[in-house]
């Protein structure tokens, strides 16, 4: 497991199989990654938090957890997941399709439940905590398909089916303790922030300016500014030259371009500007940080 999971926002990897669509797999940060970008995709996502502690962004709603806390991203909802401070987080990602709780057509439960609880007409808190009356069931459930996937019993796909309806039974029928379902106004800026945040990735190499991206969301030039700061924290051209770097990062493991090419490929016209932020992002210049990378392959190589 590697960053290289987390490439795109809108990821397009196959996490599951089309014979049982449900996987799961530990992640460390940041051991195996700083961290996880914002993105989205299709499948209905559990982040179940083992030992530590980290950040969860949900839904552009950004919340430091711990261990034994559990984050619910249905399909299409924007998340990512960061180091907090000095700390490192070890936690269980669970990825499955909607599908795999759905019959058919003539499906009442998936009709009346599954589908409106997916498409987030059903409210429900993203972040289950044990402050939760049903925590500790809902935590139960987690834990026997945990069992399930690790021995695999013969007809282990059944339990898990089981228990995967008895926590959505739980989360459904305990929604009046849960916050209000999202309403049209915030599903509409989440939308407009999916297609910016798309944009970035399809067009970073180039020259992106904040006219562009006040055209994409048909917003002024200062309204934009003002969305894209109040629901990411940042400005846009700060998260623009960030992406960028993380882009440049990845390029140098992977990579053996000269460093000048490497930054014009992330966007970068000016060599001296990309090193000074670089630098400033990740603790060393370009160069010393594929050199060290260098080393360590070397003496990897060395003790096979």
Known sequence: MNLNEYQNYHETKSHT????????????????????????????ELIVIKKGRGIVSADLTKRPVTSGDIILIRPGRLHSIDQDR??????????????????????LCAEQFIVPFMEGKVSCESFLTPALSFYQE????????????????????LGVKGLLFQFFFLLISNQKEMENAQ?????????????????????????????????????????FMKFFKAHMGTGFIDYLNDYRLTMAERMLHISDAPITEIAQQSGFDNLSYFNRI???????????????????????????
């Open 278 to 304: 670089f630098k400033r992002k990740y603790g060393q210049s370009p160069g010393k940080m594929r050199s060290v990378q260098r080393q360590l392959n070397s003496e990897g190589q060395g003790t096979q």
């Open 86 to 107: 000095g700390y490192s987080m070890e936690y269980e990602n669970i990825i499955m399709k909607p599908e795999l709780l759905i019959s058919g057509k003539a499906d």
């Open 183 to 223: 309403s049209a106004s915030q599903a509409k800026s989440l939308e407009k922030m999916k297609t910016v945040l798309k944009y970035v990735e399809e067009h970073y190499p180039e020259h992106v300016t904040i006219d562009d991206m006040a055209a994409l969301t048909y917003y002024s030039k200062s309204h």
């Open 138 to 157: 809902i935590a139960e459930c987690i834990r026997q398909i945990d069992l399930l996937c690790g021995t695999r019993p013969v007809g282990y796909q």
């Open 17 to 44: 199989t089309a014979e049982f669509p449900y996987n799961t797999y530990l992640c460390s940060i940041p051991m195996d990654f700083p961290s996880v970008p914002l993105h989205w995709h299709s499948e209905l």
